[in-house]
């Protein structure tokens, strides 16, 4: 095994801790940005449409009674 | 009736017919066609008209029945009191014969008024089926269109998503680390970069990340376990430098360590091997995505150290060797199990998941072997 010192139990367990906050906050602040990004392309998809033609109609034909 | 009176109602009646010879046939056949052709052209131009007087479909129903039944008689009292012969050869007398045609004409007229309205009818209300089918199909082409790129785009999402959080939680490690190394000042020892600490950060990231990919479904029922091992070559063989599974960092089996066959295991020039070794000797990555199945099988590697013990705990895993561009066999190891049934698929949603959880690791991991070396050369020098 390499020569490093082996951590105890509550070195491990502090050192999860801190990963386990890190990744909470890293998860929070992507989910932030997800947001704001899909709310930027929802935009930019909802002007792409705007422009879009229409689609085609409903046909108008004469009713004719049966 | 006799012919002089005949001409002069035909002449009243605007039938041309009184310059012609009485016993010719023409002028009748001539007549009949004028009304005809005046009726057909009267029923076309105002068929649209027409059309909605007929009503509707049991109305015309009636209708026809009517005129097929009024025409059935007048046939019927045609044949029995019309001298037809005489008719036809023109000898019987010209408004006779000329009302007969009319009377013939005027319920011909009358059926194929009929016809021809009930065959516009038909032909508007197919159209209008047709366009109205056309319509339907093209919009729900566009609807399946419409969801299979929404539905895309949310996976194109939550890949980006997942890429995002995998680089934000392991630089936030990153800073984590500089954060003790400013706090250790610059006068401190070599020691103080304490790689065992940032290896075990790295371990505990990735189950971090793991667990909510196995469990990201599962809010209110029993969350599955997840245990992550860090193996490292270390002379001719393979051994656990680091493990987490959410709550010990001791969750290897000690069989590694104590019992000889499975120590053979982990050793490469044993001939003996086991998963970890496998992706070790070859650079590939294991998919087991049912361990009980594997393990009866003597041409995959993996295999229970205590069936025992793990065959409850251990259903799935996944072993991925630790390759950075330069790096050569054998290589170091992270191994992935879960008790989650036939989770480690591999497919290929999967497998470019955990890709870029291993590529943030295994850069990070070469560092911090890069320090332990530094450490070593220090200390020995």
């Known amino acids: 095994m390499p020569e490093i010192r082996r951590l105890t139990p509550s070195e491990i367990s502090a050192i999860s801790l801190e990963v386990r906050e890190d990744y909470q906050a890293a998860a929070e602040e992507v989910r932030q940005l997800g947001l704001r990004l899909d709310e930027q392309s929802r935009a930019k998809g909802r002007a792409a449409a705007e422009r879009l033609p229409a689609p085609p109609p409903v046909p108008r034909v004469r009713q004719v009674p049966r | 009736m006799n012919p002089q009176g005949g001409q002069q109602s035909a002449v009243v009646a605007g039938v041309v017919a009184t310059a012609t010879p009485p016993h010719s046939f023409f002028p009748q056949l001539f007549a009949a066609l004028v009304i005809s052709l005046i009726g057909f052209g009267l029923v076309i131009r105002y068929r649209e008209r027409i059309v909605p007087l007929l009503g509707t479909r049991p109305r015309r129903m009636f209708w026809e029945v009517g005129v097929i039944g009024s025409l059935g008689a007048l046939m019927a009292i045609m044949l029995e009191a019309v001298d037809w012969k005489s008719v036809l050869l023109g000898t019987k007398g010209v408004l006779d014969t000329v009302l007969l045609w009319a009377m013939a004409?005027?319920?011909?007229?009358?059926?194929?008024?009929?016809?021809?309205?009930?065959?516009?009818?038909?032909?508007?209300?197919?159209?209008?089926?047709?366009?109205?089918?056309?319509?339907?199909?093209e919009r729900a082409r566009w609807e399946r269109d419409r969801v299979a790129a929404e539905a895309e785009l949310d996976g194109v999402r939550e890949q980006r998503d997942f890429a995002a959080t995998v680089n934000e939680a392991f630089l936030r490690v990153v800073s984590r680390k500089r954060e003790r190394l400013r706090t250790a000042g610059s006068e401190a020892p070599f020691v103080a970069l304490k790689p065992e600490v940032q290896y075990q950060a790295l371990v505990s990231a990735c189950w971090e990340i793991v667990e909510k990919l196995v469990n990201e479904s599962r809010q209110r029922e029993a969350k599955h376990r997840v245990r992550v091992t860090y193996f490292r070559i270390v002379g001719n063989r393979l051994a656990v430098s680091h493990c987490w599974d959410g709550t010990a960092g001791d969750c290897f089996s000690r069989l590694i360590e104590t019992d000889p066959l499975v120590r053979a295991r982990f050793d490469l020039d044993s001939g003996e091997t086991c998963l970890a070794l496998a992706a070790a000797k070859t650079g590939t990555i294991y998919w087991v995505k049912d361990a009980a199945s594997d393990a009866k099988k003597s041409t995959r590697p993996f295999v229970y150290f205590d069936e025992q013990t793990e065959r409850d705990e251990l259903k799935s895993i996944v072993a991925l060797p630790i390759k950075v561009s330069g790096d050569g066999a054998p290589y170091d190891v992270i191994t992935?199990?879960?008790?989650?049934?036939?989770?480690?698929?591999?497919?290929?949603?999967?497998?470019?998941?955990?890709?870029?959880?291993?590529?943030?690791?295994?850069?990070?991991?070469?560092?911090?072997?890069?320090?332990?070396?530094?450490?070593?050369?220090?200390?020995?020098?």
């Open chain 2, 336 to 381: 992935i199990d879960t008790d989650c049934e036939e989770y480690f698929h591999g497919d290929t949603s999967q497998a470019d998941q955990l890709g870029i959880v291993i590529r943030n690791l295994a850069h990070r991991l070469q560092l911090e072997k890069a320090v332990e070396a530094a450490i070593r050369e220090n200390r020995d020098a």
């Open chain 2, 105 to 137: 004409v005027d319920l011909g007229g009358i059926v194929t008024a009929q016809v021809l309205a009930v065959a516009h009818a038909d032909f508007i209300e197919s159209k209008k089926k047709d366009a109205e089918e056309r319509w339907a199909r």
